[in-house]
């Protein structure tokens, strides 16, 4: 029987006190035995997540402030990091030609700029650890294909996309793997405000979207994410670099609706 060990690895999550996905992303890699340094700028959660598990260091943390990522990493410069996940992000339900300057700035910084800033810091950390590090980033199938108001959105995961294939051909040489991670729609209660951006009833909307907008016909649960993190981060997967791999039901394998005739 193949299991997944993280047991001597240390793994840095970005967003880590989040609901769904963040949520997943915790089980998982826990249960995989890996010892997590969770970051986030929600210092309530991170306090309830410390007191609810012996195997977590939390840290807060706002991703888009460059100086905070650069104290994170001095304060943490003796630690060995061995993985890390990028899974700091916000969305953005608005036209692109609609969206005003600092909205569009705001995105970025979080979903791509504080990508790219932790990549390069953890990095130089396994550099200076002499460690073969591993990176997953949450990226999305808004990169594969998207839908009305997620312009801006869909952008910035496809620039995720493009960063880990080319970190993953510059870190290579260095024994770093880079990878990304493609999350369909993942059911969390909060998702309800944000599509009624869009729809006016948020509940049939997710319902509709398993039963007609999926290859396999039930919820993609925030585990299911982990599961596939947690793999990468291994050892099983020493020979996977610089792809992305859509967490999705098949959803970007349609090219209509199952409803279609």
């Avoid at 339900?93 to 969206?99: C, E, N, Y």
Wanted: charged content about 20%.
């Amino acid at each position: 029987m193949l299991n997944i060990d993280l047991s001597t690895k240390n793994v840095l999550v970005t967003g880590g006190a989040g609901n769904g996905v963040a949520a997943g992303l915790v089980d998982a890699l826990l249960q995989a035995g890996a010892h997590l340094i969770l970051l986030d700028k929600r210092s309530e959660k991170l306090k309830f997540l410390t007191e609810s598990q012996e195997s977590l260091t939390t840290y807060s943390c706002d991703v888009s402030d460059e100086n905070a990522v650069t104290t994170f990493f001095e304060e943490f410069q003796d630690y060995p990091l061995h993985g890390l996940v990028n899974n700091a992000g916000v969305g953005l339900s608005k036209p692109a030609h609609l969206v005003e300057e600092s909205e569009f700035s705001n995105l970025y910084r979080v979903n791509v700029q504080a990508a790219w800033q932790f990549s390069k810091c953890f990095a130089q950390n396994c550099m200076k650890h002499d460690v073969q590090g591993s990176i997953v980033n949450i990226s999305s199938v808004h990169a594969h294909s998207t839908q009305n108001k997620h312009a801006i959105y869909s952008s910035s995961k496809n620039a995720i996309i493009g960063l880990t294939k080319g970190m993953a051909v510059e870190l290579g040489p260095l024994g770093i793997r880079v990878n990304a991670v493609g999350p369909g729609y993942v059911h969390a209660e909060q998702n309800y405000d944000l599509i009624r951006t869009w729809n006016d009833d948020p509940e049939r909307w997710v319902k509709d979207l398993v039963q007609n907008y999926q290859v396999l016909e039930y919820e993609i649960k925030p585990r299911d994410i982990g599961n596939a993190v947690a793999f990468l981060l291994s050892d099983l997967a020493q020979c996977i670099t610089g792809q992305n791999i859509y967490i999705d039901n098949g959803t970007t394998s349609l090219i209509f609706g199952r409803d279609f005739v």
